[in-house]
T-cell receptor, first 114, second 114 residues
Framework: QKEVEQDPGPLSVPEGAIVSLNCTYS??????FMWYRQYSRKGPELLMY????GNKEDGRFTAQVDKSSKYISLFIRDSQPSDSATYLC??????????????FGAGTRLAVHP | KAGVTQTPRYLIKTRGQQVTLSCSPI?????VSWYQQTPGQGLQFLFE???????NKGNFPGRFSGRQFSNSRSEMNVSTLELGDSALYLC?????????????FGPGTRLTVT
C-alpha cells in the first residue's frame, strides 16, 4: 500500500463547478500537507500548504486537513478552463533534512470545459 | 526573482552511459531536492542537499548520486543508465533550515534512455 493515495482521475467538470480533490495517507507522522498544480510539460507549482490540521483559504482555493481521518482535500470554487491541470498532493514528516522529503500522491488530472 | 533553472531540458542517452543533470536554485535558497517523475511511479524523492551535504535520501540504487556546490547549485548523476531511468527529473529548492519552507520546482530535465 502506498503511503499517499490519490485517485488519478481524470475528472471532467463544467466551467464554474466546485471541484473537490482528495488524498488519504497512512503515515501518522506527516505534519506538513501541500497541494501542487502541474501543467503539461512543466514542473509542479505550489498552490497551498497547511501545517497540521485545519483549513486554509486562498482565493478560489481551500485546503482542508483532517489528521484524525488521515484525509486531505482541495476545493476549487468557480473552476475555470485555466485550472485544467494535474493536481498533486504532497506530505512530509520531520526528518534529518527538516520537512524537505515530500511524499507525493499519484496526481489527479482535472479538465474544466467551457 | 528568477525561479529554479535546470539544464539541459531534454536529453537522450543510450543504456550503459552516464548522465549529469544540473540545477540552480532560487537565489538565497540553500536546500536542493531531487525527484524522479514517471507515469507509473509518479513523483519520487531521490535526495536532498543542504550546505554541500546530503541530508536525506530516498529509496534509489547507488547509481543515482548527487552533489551540491558552495553556491548551492546542485548536480545529479546517474551511472550505467537503464531503460527504466527514462523520466522527468525535477529539482526543487527551499530556504531550508529545520522548519517548514515551501519547495519550488524547476521545469525538469526529460531524460530518455534508448
Amino acid at each position: 500500500q502506498k503511503e499517499v493515495e490519490q485517485d488519478p482521475g481524470p475528472l471532467s467538470v463544467p466551467e464554474g463547478a466546485i471541484v473537490s480533490l482528495n488524498c488519504t495517507y497512512s503515515n501518522s507522522a506527516f505534519q506538513y500537507f501541500m497541494w501542487y498544480r502541474q501543467y503539461s510539460r512543466k514542473g509542479p507549482e505550489l498552490l497551498m500548504y497547511t501545517y497540521s490540521s485545519g483549513n486554509k483559504e486562498d482565493g478560489r482555493f481551500t485546503a482542508q486537513v483532517d489528521k484524525s481521518s488521515k484525509y486531505i482535500s482541495l476545493f476549487i470554487r468557480d473552476s475555470q478552463p485555466s485550472d485544467s491541470a494535474t493536481y498533486l498532493c504532497a506530505m512530509s514528516a520531520l526528518e534529518s533534512g527538516g520537512y524537505n522529503k515530500l511524499i507525493f500522491g499519484a496526481g489527479t488530472r482535472l479538465a474544466v470545459h467551457p | 526573482k528568477a525561479g529554479v533553472t535546470q539544464t539541459p531540458r531534454y536529453l537522450i542517452k543510450t543504456r550503459g552511459q552516464q548522465v549529469t543533470l544540473s540545477c540552480s536554485p532560487i537565489s538565497g535558497h540553500r536546500s536542493v531536492s531531487w525527484y524522479q517523475q514517471t507515469p507509473g511511479q509518479g513523483l519520487q524523492f531521490l535526495f536532498e542537499y543542504f550546505s554541500e551535504t546530503q541530508r536525506n535520501k530516498g529509496n534509489f540504487p547507488g547509481r543515482f548520486s548527487g552533489r551540491q556546490f558552495s553556491n548551492s547549485r546542485s548536480e545529479m548523476n546517474v551511472s550505467t543508465l537503464e531503460l527504466g531511468d527514462s523520466a522527468l527529473y525535477l529539482c526543487a529548492s527551499s530556504l531550508s533550515g529545520q522548519g517548514i519552507y515551501e519547495q519550488y520546482f524547476g521545469p525538469g530535465t526529460r531524460l530518455t534512455v534508448t
